[in-house]
């Protein structure tokens, strides 16, 4: 089942902060957030685990809620490479070696 | 360069003809997946590979099949194309499988089915 991603878009201006979502059905081992560009392919951004780690870029930050099973991904003074949509994949633990996605959400970040 | 490729990268077929799309990484990852990407539904997982030994479906397994007889290749095979399977069609690989190894992704593959 995919996890639910909110807001479905959002439009910034430039320096504006941000916040995405990502809530599941399920109880989350891990969260993947990826972003695309127009035309291109997912690019990886950050892994939340289960018990604290976390895995990405330094200018990326993100918080894993393992109670709520939600994660949530922060933009902050928000760039115009930071247009694109965004990703988040869960992973509900176990044998299952599935990466199930949400349907993403479009960021668009105006000067 | 450290790379997932993906051949070809536009396809236009007809409905039945049988097809397949490659995929090749050169970072020697255990874990290979297929994904399909539509409009409004986001990335949804065709089969993915744990290893050459370990091969499973993802949540739309149907009328696709997969093959990993060798660490770097991971084709997908359309046996009997239909126009449902239009799709925008992704390739990832990981060093590891989950959960703390990031998806690479290959450019993707445009199929479309007549």
């Known amino acids: 089942q995919q996890p639910v991603q909110s807001p479905q878009a959002v439009i910034l201006r430039e320096g504006e902060d941000a916040v995405i979502n990502c809530s599941s059905s399920k109880a989350l081992y891990s969260v993947h957030w990826y972003r695309q560009k127009h035309g291109e392919a997912p690019v990886f951004l950050m892994i939340l685990l289960k018990g604290g780690e976390q895995k990405g870029h330094e200018k990326i930050s993100a918080s894993f809620n393992e109670k709520k099973q939600q994660s949530s991904l922060y933009l902050t003074a928000s760039q115009l490479s930071y247009s694109g949509t965004y990703f988040c994949g869960s992973w509900g633990g176990g044998s299952n070696y599935k990466l199930t996605f949400g349907k993403g959400t479009l960021l668009t970040v105006n000067p | 360069e450290a790379q997932v490729t993906q051949n070809p990268r536009y396809l236009i077929t007809v409905t039945g003809k049988k097809l397949t799309v490659t995929c090749s990484q050169n970072m020697n990852h255990e874990y290979m997946s297929w994904y399909r990407q539509d409009p409004g539904l986001g990335l949804r997982q065709i089969y993915y590979s744990m290893n050459v030994e370990v091969t499973d479906k993802g949540d739309v397994p149907e009328g696709y099949k997969v093959s990993r007889k060798e660490k770097r290749n991971f084709p997908l095979i359309l046996e009997s194309p239909s126009p449902n399977q239009t799709s925008l069609y992704f390739c990832?690989?990981?060093?590891?499988?989950?959960?703390?190894?990031?998806?690479?992704f290959g450019n993707g593959t445009r199929l479309t089915v007549t």
């Open positions: 990832a690989s990981s060093l590891a499988g989950l959960p703390s190894s990031p998806l690479h």
